[in-house]
């Protein structure tokens, strides 16, 4: 049965905003419960991905070259939507710190007409845009339809993405991991088969592929608000009435922390893009191989996110309680854990790219091209850990303007430099050897500002 915040975990938040003192083996046990259920999460949701991939992948070339050709702009839509989302949740994990939960349902009830009104501009920027973006990307004609109509529809259940994940980063921020990663799961099941039902029984091909996922958020979305709204021991609003109307300060303060990282999204989605136009011209094999390693490689770096994800709750609660200490000790354990972790995942996938890559497509040209290149990405997951881990620190902690910049400065500056001109003499792997340089680049630097930087003066504002 599916509960809230019980048991030890209850017990070890509350010592954060109760100001108890912790032990080390306290904090890790916290790290690791509040870790596991996110990781199981994001590695479903990457099975999810890794399946819906397969499926399509096994209709031919053509079919994984027009979602890959749009994929990279799925992303930035989604990351726009992520960043308004922790706008507010970080407000919330701040105010529960501080055990003031009223405040924390005040922000609460704000960010759903927020979100929902931002969630219905880029819908319709995706509408607006669809029908031209493929060819703004440089795909071909015999692809372009299919992933015109794929993207346009994405940004359609766009909507139920941002209100899905709302939900979810609002349970996260209480300390809730459960909840959402059991639901996540269960959006991953629902996907695999809705994406069977369209795309192989009624024979929609690409189209059956983003019918699937939308119903499937449709449905996460409505369960994720109920336990929300309806069962949140600290968040539920059944019985508690209150204005939805926005306040200019929770307003502004959400636009402090999201703007940042809404423009890194950006710049970063764009950069991606820029990344699709230097892929394209390689030819249908290469952009084929470049998407289908991309949902491979996930698999790797998903649990980091997941532990990303238990760092953002810990330093966003340590904060609402003015604990700088302890939020650092949260910081630096987690960080350890994610880069080892995912320098496992790297090792494993170094080892089975190939039988992975086969999974994937049938087409010998491409799962010989993704295993070579996801052997050079291999290298890059440890300080790829690093940059995923200390991001989520940093978040919480409300600290999302240097990040940001940082980010997009290693982004912009090393990666597609690098790309542009290796791609000229090597093709893809020369593609992805820029994109291993970067993110053991990108990972250094946040290591640095995990170590000395001053991302934790929030606590003197907060």
């Not at 629902?190 to 192989?200: C, G, K, L, S, T």
């Not at 996801?374 to 600290?399: S, Y």
């Amino acid at each position: 049965m599916l509960g809230f915040n019980k048991g030890k975990e209850k017990d070890l938040l509350a010592y954060i905003r109760e100001g108890k003192t912790m032990s080390q083996s306290e904090k890790l046990r916290l790290i690791v419960s509040l870790s596991i259920p996110s990781i199981l999460a994001q590695i479903s949701a990457t099975v999810m991905f890794f399946i819906d991939a397969s499926m399509v992948g096994h209709l031919g070339a053509k079919a994984s070259a027009a979602i890959g050709l749009v994929e990279t702009t799925g992303w930035l839509m989604g990351g726009l939507a992520s960043a308004a989302n922790m706008g507010f949740s970080v407000q919330v994990a701040h105010a529960i710190g501080a055990n003031d939960f009223e405040r924390a349902r005040r922000i609460l009830r704000q960010s759903m007409v927020c979100c929902l009104l931002w969630s219905l501009t880029i819908t319709l920027t995706a509408l607006a845009v669809g029908p031209f973006l493929p060819y703004w990307l440089g795909g071909s004609e015999e692809i372009a339809h299919d992933a015109s109509l794929y993207f346009m529809l994405i940004g359609v259940f766009g909507i139920f993405f941002q209100m899905e994940g709302l939900a979810g980063s609002m349970l996260k921020c209480s300390g809730n991991m459960k909840v959402p990663s059991v639901l996540n799961i269960l959006m991953c099941a629902m996907d695999v088969a809705f994406n069977y039902f369209f795309i192989y029984i009624l024979r929609l091909g690409v189209l059956g592929a983003a019918l699937g996922t939308g119903v499937a958020m449709l449905i996460t979305a409505l369960l994720m608000f109920y336990f929300l709204l309806y069962r949140s021991d600290m968040l539920r609003l059944k019985g508690r009435p209150g204005s939805f109307r926005p306040q200019a300060e929770v307003v502004q303060y959400a636009f402090k922390i999201g703007a940042p990282m809404g423009l890194q999204h950006m710049l970063m989605g764009g950069a991606q893009i820029v990344s699709t136009l230097i892929v394209a011209p390689l030819g249908t094999i290469a952009l084929a191989a470049h998407s289908l390693a991309i949902t491979v490689e996930s698999l790797c770096y998903m649990p980091g996110y997941g532990i990303g994800e238990a760092a953002t709750t810990l330093v966003g609660q340590g904060i609402g309680a003015g604990q700088k200490m302890l939020t650092r000790s949260f910081a630096y354990l987690s960080v350890t854990m994610g880069i080892g972790v995912m320098t496992l995942m790297g090792l494993l996938m170094y080892i089975f790219a190939p039988e992975l890559m086969a999974l994937m497509t049938p087409v010998e040209a491409i799962r010989n091209l993704g295993a070579q290149v996801l052997r050079i990405e291999a290298f890059a997951e440890p300080m790829f850990a690093a940059a995923i881990v200390c991001n989520g620190i940093f978040i919480g902690a409300g600290d999302t303007l240097k990040p940001a910049i940082m980010s997009l400065c290693s982004m912009w500056g090393v990666r597609l430099t690098l790309a542009a001109l290796l791609a000229r003499d090597h093709g893809l792997k020369g593609v992805w050897t820029a994109m291993a340089i970067e993110l053991t680049f990108r990972g250094l630097m946040f290591l640095g500002r995990l170590r000395i930087g001053h991302w934790d003066e929030k606590l003197k504002t907060i």
